[in-house]
């Protein structure tokens, strides 16, 4: 084992690991809030709501990884601006890409894929959509372009991504099977909002 690769599983050692008989590689499962890169091949799984994966490597050095986030529903009284809320996806973001370029990955060359952005709360605020918009106007910002995307419609979705290959298996779930991952990304959208709300009591924003 490599120094990196020792560096590599400790930083991402809490994310889940498991072997399908279906694929090649080790997939590494991620949830909420979480992201995951590999300079190895590997496969990246998570299940989408109305949160956003981005999937996005270097395909010289075929290092590659993805992350799953959510800015979660403003209040009602900040309709028109998402304020703090958008350090999450800020941060998301700016993790899966810096890891990418640590293992010599260069920012001209990603690869960028996103998913997700369904419309899986019966709300007259669509998040997914905030989440979509969101990320491809940070994306521009940013000078990076998108090679493709499956976002929007009213659908779940699992999503396998191949780091070395940049292939992406993509399955749409009914929407009667949805509960779990309501309330999973319910339950992370309320951890957000906690921790928003501990450090405006802190007086720690900047």
């Not at 992350?67 to 009284?77: D, G, S, T, Y």
């Not at 997914?128 to 106007?137: E, F, M, P, R, T």
């Amino acid at each position: 084992m490599t120094f990196m690769s020792h560096i590599e599983t400790d930083q991402f050692a809490h994310v889940r690991r498991m072997r399908d008989g279906r694929f090649p590689h080790e997939i590494a499962s991620i949830l909420p809030g979480e992201f995951f890169v590999s300079r190895e091949p590997m496969i990246v799984y998570t299940v989408l709501g109305s949160c956003i994966s981005a999937c996005i490597r270097d395909p010289i050095i075929r290092v590659g990884g993805m992350n799953h986030f959510m800015l979660p529903e403003p209040k009602e009284a900040e309709h028109d601006s998402w304020g703090e809320s958008t350090r999450y996806g800020s941060f998301a973001m700016e993790s899966l890409i810096n890891e990418i370029l640590k293992r010599g990955g260069i920012k001209s060359r990603l690869e960028i894929k996103l998913f997700g952005a369904g419309k899986i709360y019966d709300s007259q605020i669509d998040v997914g959509d905030k989440n979509a918009k969101w990320v491809i106007q940070y994306l521009e910002s940013e000078g990076l372009s998108v090679s493709n995307a499956d976002l929007g419609n009213v659908f779940p979705r699992k999503v396998y991504y191949f780091t070395e290959s940049g292939r992406v298996l993509l399955k749409k779930i009914e929407r009667v099977k949805n509960r779990t991952i309501f309330e999973r990304e319910n339950a992370y959208a309320a951890r957000i909002q906690q921790r928003e709300q501990r450090s405006a009591d802190d007086v720690t924003l900047f």
